[in-house]
C-alpha cells in the first residue's frame, strides 16, 4: 500500500461494549507511554499508551451521547464511556488541535510504536521498564533523562 493511500485508510476503534466507536485518518503525531499519577489512577494501570491526532482527522461514528468527560487538572480533560467506564481520550488546553486516543482502544496497527516514556520519574515503583525507548520527566514530563535512568523510583508529578 502507497504512503497516500495508507494515509486516507481509518483506524478504527471502541470502548469495551462498543457504545462509543471512533476513527482517524494516519498519520499519527505521536505515541508515547505516560506515567504520570493521574494517567495511572484514572486508568488502573502502571502507564497507558497514548496517540496523538489533529482534531480533524478524528471522528466519532457512534455512541456520542455515552461519552462523559471531567477535568482532571487545569489543562487535561479526560473522556470515557458512561455505560462500560473504557476510558478513551484526553483533551487538552495546551495542544487544543489534538486529540491524545489511548492505544488500547484501537481494532488496528498505527503508524508507529511507542516513542517515549513520559513522566518517567513519576512512574509506580512496582513498574520495571526493559525497553530502550527514551525517558523524559520534569516538571512538564518531557524533558530528556539521561540513558542511564534507573528503572525504578522518585516522585515526580503530573503538572
Known sequence: MDDQMERATPVHGACLRGAVQFEFTLPTLFCGHCHCSMCRRAYGTGYVTWIGVKVEQFSLTAGPDHLAAFSSSDHGKPSFCDQCG???FCESDSHPDVIDIVLANLHGPIDRQPQAHYYFFDRADWTVIGDEVPRFGG???TVPL????????????HA
Open 139 to 141: 516538571a512538564t514530563g
Open 86 to 88: 473504557s476510558s478513551l
Open 146 to 157: 539521561a540513558p542511564q535512568t534507573p528503572s525504578h523510583g522518585g516522585a515526580e508529578t
